[in-house]
């Protein structure tokens, strides 16, 4: 059976991951910073020191690459890629800055773009954190970087992964990426990408 590391998985679980997750054939462990989330790993980014070396099929990451500070972004994704099998990827998401600063560059900072289960999301949220939870002391939520689709390919490609594909999503001003661990043509990582870059 293959498993996914669900890695700073928060309250989530496989069934808000993406579909192909979501099936049964695919075993999740969860990992989070947070104790109090339950999660099956207590670690962290960018070291992962938790997790055995080739040890996952795939490792999903929804939006927590951004709360990670610049220098540090290129060692979470050499970790991620350490952990994965031969024939691993990895799913990232993050805010689409491309989509943001478009918005911001209008004066709209704090103007409502979507609503999230967590509460009204605004262009300096989603450039800075979200600022209800930091109100609340949860400072993790805090962003310390940020990317365009081209700029998350390129580190990418730059931690060592072979292939990379990914798509913006302007109306939810994020982007998803797919890296893989072995060298794929294009037909395979846009294959793939109709797969698994399908949000549940």
Known sequence: MPRFLHVGCGHKRRHQTVRAFANPE????TLDI?????PDIVDKLPELSQ???DSFDAVYSAHNIEHLYPREVSLALETMRRVLRQDGFIILTCPDLQAVGERLSSGDIETLLYKSKSGPV???DMLYGFRPA???GNLYMAHHTGFTLKILGEA?????????FGLRRPQ??????????AEKTDEEIRELGKIYLRPN
């Open 172 to 181: 939810r001003y994020d982007l998803w990426g797919l890296a893989t661990r």
């Open 26 to 29: 695919w075993k999740e462990a």
């Open 122 to 124: 605004s262009p300096i």
């Open 156 to 164: 990418c490609v730059q931690a060592g992964f072979a292939k990379f």
């Open 51 to 53: 997790v055995d070396p």
């Open 134 to 136: 930091m109100k609340h």
């Open 34 to 38: 947070d104790e109090g989330v339950s």
